[in-house]
């Protein structure tokens, strides 16, 4: 599986969109870019996935430049509840073969 | 809540015993993994099950085992246990099918103290 980097730790202030960014210029062409989040000592939450397309779901939106060796995830509007440890993971399809492969991550903090 | 449950949510035990950890996969997932996370290492794969076979490995001691049962719960058993293996046992699940897509869900996690 391809390799990512990430910010070790971020800032955002409530209510505003916080924009975690995330480089896997690694990536291979059957590998999706995920994105987990893990609250204090919680299990890790599925936050969004993508290929090639952005995505957006009900909690995020996903932004995959086209050449794919980069990404954004986006929380429109940040609250406390948001500050954990965001995780991109990039990987590679096929078969049953399904692990994820973590990484440090980047810790969010959304301050009042 | 993301349908994966795992038992206990706490234990402790001596150094030199045994436990198992229980996990319940969602409903409809063939998958099941397992993860450790302590301290100081972050999140560890352990190993993965298909519909009761193993289909990958990752840093799991020998100390540890695994298995899948043929109603697709598994069990993680450590033994010998050590200070060092006190930490967070995540199982997780995911659904069957070709596509590369299919996304895992965790459970809630074990707690584990050796004392």
């Known amino acids: 599986d391809a390799k990512t980097t990430q910010p070790p730790s971020m800032d955002c202030a409530e209510g505003r969109a916080a924009n975690l960014p995330c480089n896997h210029s690694?990536?291979?062409?059957?590998?999706?870019v995920y994105w987990y989040r893990q609250i204090h000592s919680q299990g890790p939450q599925y936050i969004i996935h993508?290929?090639?397309n952005n995505e957006t779901n009900e909690m995020a939106s996903l932004i995959i430049t086209e050449d794919r060796k980069s990404s954004t995830l986006i929380l429109p509007h940040a609250t406390l509840r948001d500050t954990a440890v965001y995780y991109c993971?990039?990987?590679?399809?096929?078969?049953?073969?399904?692990?994820?492969?973590f990484g440090k991550g980047t810790l969010l903090t959304v301050n009042p | 809540d993301s349908g994966v449950t795992q038992t206990p949510k706490h234990l402790i035990t001596a150094t030199g015993q045994r436990v198992t950890l229980r996990c319940s996969p969602r409903?409809?997932?063939?998958?099941v993994y397992w993860y450790q996370q302590s301290l100081d290492q972050g999140l560890q794969f352990l190993i993965q099950?298909?519909?009761?076979?193993?289909?990958a490995k990752g840093n799991i001691l020998e100390r540890f085992s695994a298995q899948q049962f043929p109603d697709l719960h598994s069990e993680l058993n450590l033994s010998s246990l050590e200070l060092g293996d006190s930490a967070l046992y995540f199982c997780?699940?995911?659904?069957?099918?070709?596509?590369?897509?299919?996304?895992?869900?965790f459970g809630e996690g074990s707690w584990l103290t050796v004392v």
């Open positions: 997780a699940s995911s659904p069957p099918g070709p596509s590369s897509g299919n996304t895992i869900y």
């Open positions: 690694t990536i291979s062409g059957n590998e999706y």
């Open positions: 409903s409809g997932d063939l998958s």
């Open positions: 993971i990039v990987r590679a399809g096929g078969g049953s073969n399904y692990k994820l492969t």
């Open positions: 099950y298909y519909n009761g076979e193993e289909r």
């Open positions: 993508g290929l090639k």
